[in-house]
């Protein structure tokens, strides 16, 4: 295992299997998961509908497929309402709120690129 | 524009086009682009065949390709060595280490998924 002071803190090597910022990556690690992710922590609770507009250019089948991965990795959950017409609704579980540090800085270092 | 208290600080709606964490995951929206980088963060700099044979499971062909995103972006930059064999290596530019607190971020959270 190499170690190595790069700046301010340290990052270790580990074996990428063991690697959280890979355990993290596999669970949120495309652009589609951090901005569906992005929509849940601005809004708090959306419906499916609400969601693909928001997100221009993702498919359907896209955010279906992604809004069942985050559900299944227990970062998002789904909330059905039978009503007439039936909607469903997502929100981030307690899990899925401590990726916000992360977006976060995400935000700061988008920022730098816009200026 | 809507604004949204969550937790303990503020994310904005934004169109999707002005979106500041949009703009950062252009930039390094894929789970290999995240693990070049953190690599580089990691060593410093790296030959070609290290960042391989680190991200195991990575083509030849991908890792090429976003090395070379990575540099037009200008998060790395390539030093060519004219030797007998010739040399390529990489490094984060002083722009791609801006990057460092994202990755303490997911790290922090790939932690919890671990333990």
Redesign the interface.
């Known amino acids: 295992m190499?170690e190595?002071n790069?700046?301010?803190?340290k990052?270790?090597?580990n074996p990428?299997?063991?690697?959280?910022?890979?355990?993290?990556?596999?669970?949120i690690?495309?652009?589609w998961s951090?901005?569906i992710i992005?929509e849940l922590?601005?809004?708090?609770t959306l419906r499916y509908s609400e969601i693909l507009r928001?997100?221009?250019?993702i498919s359907p089948r896209t955010l279906s497929a992604k809004l069942k991965l985050l559900e299944e990795s227990k970062i998002i959950s789904k909330k059905i309402y039978a009503e007439v017409p039936p909607h469903v609704d997502y929100s981030l579980t307690e899990f899925g709120?401590?990726?916000?540090?992360?977006?976060?800085?995400?935000?700061?270092?988008?920022?730098?690129?816009?200026n």
């Open positions: 190499t190595t790069y700046g301010f803190t990052l270790t090597r990428l299997k063991d690697c959280p910022i890979e355990a993290a990556l596999n669970l690690g495309t652009k951090f901005l992005m922590m601005i809004d708090g928001n997100l221009e250019g709120e401590k990726l916000e540090p992360i977006f976060l800085e995400l935000k700061k270092f988008g920022i730098t690129l816009q």
